[in-house]
């Protein structure tokens, strides 16, 4: 009887001694842990930042300027991705030690992903830590967790209000493009510098004429409700390739303070629902860009609805051959998501296009493309123009390229005969140069030596010397156009042609009747 009741009690022993175990491994530590967390959460505010949401770049602009985030122990480099990020934080182009690194070679540091990085602000403990989903839909997926410490409700009102504040300095010289993902959220592809628009050459007039309408259409809000107007502008560049429309509307973004954000029609995955889902997320003011508005089908855009035929190439596009079902964006999906009653407000929509005689007419009516622009070849102003833009910065300040031209510049008499035989401020054979007042024809300083230092001009009054070079330059930009055909080349070929020359404005209108017959005979290749 003894022996039983001890075996029995040794089993109920060894039980609960199990139990005991049980329970203060797995139920005593959640308990633990839930009670610490709680605990903890009473002294630190986490926010989730997601790759997605505009707030993501103003925090890492943000943290970008910490030296505790660029010089973590554990750094994540990368050459890609260069934006905001990189220029707020003065990584761009160049090492913390002051040196420069080559242009071709700018990096961004930032600690690797999961490692936690710490630092002050204002008197809170803030720990941030950059993450990655790991699931396979959404690889790459990021988001930035930042915990502070410290109860204040202030608190993440002032870091986002300072993280938005450091985000437009840094934005105030670039413009961020955005691209849809196959998710179809919009994503931040890059960060550019602005460019300026008097770098973009067109007649007189023309850009000036289109900023100013962009301006006042953004300025009349209220003046489109008040007469039921949808609040939209639309506007249709069109022409030959390389005539300045992309380069135009990413200056204007520039100059408008404005996003751009990339439509294109013809991304795999896309048809009319999920481009009318894209439009509708696009933010309150921004510019959506559809290129090539006419390639987005590889027939004419027309009315007829998408067809899952495949051998209807309009209704097929690239998905398709990826695997990805799409039945791709037919023209009255593109319509309705233009101007559509779900169509998004305030946002000016620009679409290019090197064939406008192929676009359906209702996708040009006004309401959807209010001002149609055409891009020609270059005209004799644009061609001299450029030539004078092209040059204009090394004549500045320092001796003018031309007067640095080797004599062994002529490849044949012709060429030396129409260029720069009578180019008025530099003789071949001379190594001094007299300069001459162009208001009164009056010498106006001692003469230049083509052997000083760094051709350093040694004359008495810098601004006529401005005046005088300037001029110079007119004149040669007003002789170059006048050997180039009217309407018979692109900007960018102009541009090409010109790069060959780049820091001689001399030897380029010496080339330029060769490279004009050149490419009459070669179906307009440039060649040097
Ligand atoms: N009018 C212009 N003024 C200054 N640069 C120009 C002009 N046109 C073209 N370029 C230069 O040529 C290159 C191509 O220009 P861009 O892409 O803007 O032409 P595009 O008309 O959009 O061409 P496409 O129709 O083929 O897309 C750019 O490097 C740009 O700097």
């Known amino acids: 009887m003894d022996s039983s009741l001890s075996t029995d009690s040794l089993a109920d022993w060894f039980k609960l001694i199990l139990i005991g175990n049980f329970l203060n491994t797995h139920v005593l530590s959640s308990i633990v842990g839930y009670a610490w967390g709680a605990l903890m959460r009473r002294f630190y505010t986490t926010i989730e930042f997601d790759e997605f949401d505009s707030t993501f770049s103003w925090i890492n602009v943000w943290l970008a300027q910490k030296p505790e ?98 985000w437009k300095e840094a934005k105030s010289e670039h413009i961020t493009i955005y691209s849809s993902t196959t998710m179809n959220q919009w994503h931040q592809v890059a960060s550019r510098p602005k460019r300026p628009l008097d770098s973009i050459v067109l007649d007189r007039g023309v850009k000036e004429d289109l900023l100013s309408d962009a301006r006042t259409f953004l300025g009349s809000r209220s003046w489109y409700s008040e007469r039921g107007i949808p609040f939209r502008r639309g506007y249709l560049l069109y022409g030959v390739p390389g005539s300045g429309k992309t380069s135009l509307i990413h200056s204007l973004a520039g100059e408008l303070g404005l996003d751009v954000y990339m439509i294109s029609l013809s991304r795999a995955g896309l048809d009319d629902t999920t481009l009318q889902e894209l439009i509708s997320y696009l933010p309150e003011r921004c510019i959506a860009l559809m290129e090539d508005i006419d390639a987005a089908f590889r027939h004419d855009i027309n009315r007829e609805p998408a067809s899952i035929d495949p051998s209807h190439s309009h209704a097929t596009f690239p998905g398709a051959t990826t695997g990805i079902q799409s039945r791709g964006v037919t023209l009255s999906g593109l319509l309705n998501a233009i101007d559509g009653v779900a169509a998004h407000e305030g946002r000016l929509l620009f679409a290019t296009t090197n064939h406008y005689e192929s676009l359906d007419p209702a996708l040009r009516r006004p309401g959807r493309m209010d001002r149609h622009i055409e891009f020609r070849l270059a005209s004799r102003y644009q061609i001299a123009e450029m030539f004078r833009r092209f040059y204009a910065s090394t004549v500045s300040g320092s001796f003018p390229p031309c007067l640095e031209k080797p004599t062994s510049l002529y490849t044949d008499e012709e060429d030396e005969k129409n260029s720069v035989g009578d180019c008025s401020f530099w003789s071949p054979n001379s190594t001094a140069v007299s300069l001459i007042d162009i208001d009164t024809d009056v010498p106006m300083s001692r003469t230049i030596s083509s052997e000083s230092s760094n051709h350093e001009l040694v004359i008495a009054d810098p601004d006529k010397l401005k005046v005088w070079q300037a001029a110079g330059l007119d004149d040669q930009a007003r002789k170059f156009a006048s050997f180039v055909p009217e309407r018979f080349i692109s900007m960018a070929e102009l541009q090409g042609y010109l790069m060959l020359h780049r820091s001689d404005p001399v030897s380029a209108i010496a080339s330029v009747r060769r490279f004009i017959v050149n490419k009459e005979n070669r179906g307009g290749l440039i060649r040097s």
Do not use: M
């Open 69 to 166: 985030w660029y010089t973590a122990r554990d750094l994540s480099i990368t050459t890609r991705s260069f934006g905001l990020e990189t220029a707020a934080s003065g990584q761009y182009g160049e090492y913390r030690d002051g040196s420069h690194c080559s242009e071709d070679l700018k990096v961004r540091k930032q600690p690797s992903f999961f490692v936690t990085t710490s630092f002050w602000y204002k008197s809170h403990y803030l720990c941030a830590t950059r993450t990655r989903a790991q699931g396979t839909a959404h690889v790459g997926l990021q988001t930035l967790k930042i915990q502070i410490y410290g109860h204040n409700p202030k608190i993440v009102d002032e870091l986002l209000a300072d993280a938005e504040r450091c």
